[in-house]
């Protein structure tokens, strides 16, 4: 069985070939059952949150399992670790270790590329990014495989941490500054991207001008929401998958107050990578696009890493 650290793991997944390892697997698809989420005691009452999330097609099979320890702040620890493992799926014969997060982060970064590659416009260059965490910093890399972004902004609820990103993100090349206002910065981009923790809308429609593009990562629980009822109104709704529909207060919200109804939605990253679903229909369009993450894009990303550094070039790979 290969090891493959955080940055053996990082280094395989160039986001050019793992947004089209995405599209590959969303439009073949594989098997992706429920996850298996175990509450582990501790001592001091600080219970330990184990997820199990397996997938697999014919030829490979993956579990993710993620640890999720909110008592780890007063240990100075990160609250979250994860790892992925990889199998053959005929023999069962482990092939690979890689570093979870790693996986995690870049997976969900690219699925919003993927997303954008048809439904943000073909014009589209200047990218906000709201948030500055592990996902936050690696949207304007994941967005420059599918559009040619030439300008980011970056707006974080602390200015220095979006300061810091603003000027890490020069040093990769791109033109990049922190926003002081986000109603502004949300009103001159593109594309808006939200990948925060956050339980209130940050992100208003009425700042959203036609023709823009708004990607929404963070709520992946009933209880959190990055965009008001606005956002949704008049917009072309598409979701990753439709469990999305079941998980997020993005949502769940807007849907039991009437704002729009499940059949509202256009298409999940299924049914546009088949064909299904059309994307953007006009220049004036606006379109939202709403993730949770699915283990579907663990394996695509594990893959991709095993059989690049295996000499053997990413194939198809059927369910």
């Known amino acids: 069985m290969k090891i493959f ?52 097609t014919a030829r490979h099979y993956g579990i993710k399992t993620v640890n999720v320890a909110p008592g780890n702040a007063a240990q100075d620890l990160p609250g979250l670790h994860a790892v992925y493992l990889l199998f053959d799926a005929v023999t069962g014969v482990p092939l690979a270790q890689l570093d979870g997060n790693v996986i995690t ?15 943000a416009r073909e014009d589209a260059r200047h990218l906000l990014v709201v948030g500055a965490g592990a996902v936050a910093r690696l949207l304007p890399s994941a967005y420059r495989a599918v559009r040619r972004i030439e300008r980011v902004t970056v707006w974080a609820r ?25 109603g502004t910065a949300v009103a001159a981009a593109d594309i808006v991207s939200c990948a925060t923790l956050a339980t ?8 959203l001008r036609a023709g823009s593009h708004l990607d929404l990562i963070g709520s992946f ?26 998980k997020s207060g993005e ?46 894009e663990d394996l695509a990303a594990a893959t991709l890493v095993w059989e690049t550094t295996q000499g053997t070039g990413p194939t198809p790979d059927c369910g």
């Not at 059952?33 to 001091?44: D, F, K, M, Q, W």
Request: proline letters at 5%; aromatic letters at 6%; a negative charge.
């Open 200 to 207: 209130e809308p940050i992100v208003h429609g009425r700042w």
């Open 251 to 296: 949502l769940l919200g807007p849907m039991s107050r009437g704002v729009f109804g499940r059949g509202d939605v256009r298409g999940t990253l299924a049914a546009l990578a088949r064909g299904e679903a059309r994307g953007r229909l006009s220049h004036d369009e606006r379109t939202v696009f709403k993730s949770v993450g699915t283990a579907l």
């Open 105 to 119: 982060s870049r997976r969900t970064a690219a699925a919003s590329a993927l997303a954008a590659s048809w439904l």
């Open 158 to 182: 602390r200015s220095d941490a979006a300061q810091a990103l603003a000027a890490e993100l020069r040093g990769q090349g791109f033109d990049a500054a922190a926003a002081a206002d986000l």
């Open 5 to 56: 650290d955080a940055p053996a793991t990082r280094d395989a997944l160039p986001f050019e070939r793992l947004v089209e390892a995405l599209r590959a697997m969303f439009a073949t698809g594989c098997e992706v059952p429920p996850r298996h989420v175990h509450e582990i005691g501790a001592p001091g009452g600080n219970a330990l949150v184990s997820l199990i999330m397996p997938a697999w």
């Open 221 to 246: 629980t009933p209880a959190m929401r990055e965009a008001d009822d606005d956002c949704f109104a008049g917009a072309a709704l598409y979701v990753d998958t439709d469990e999305a529909l079941q």
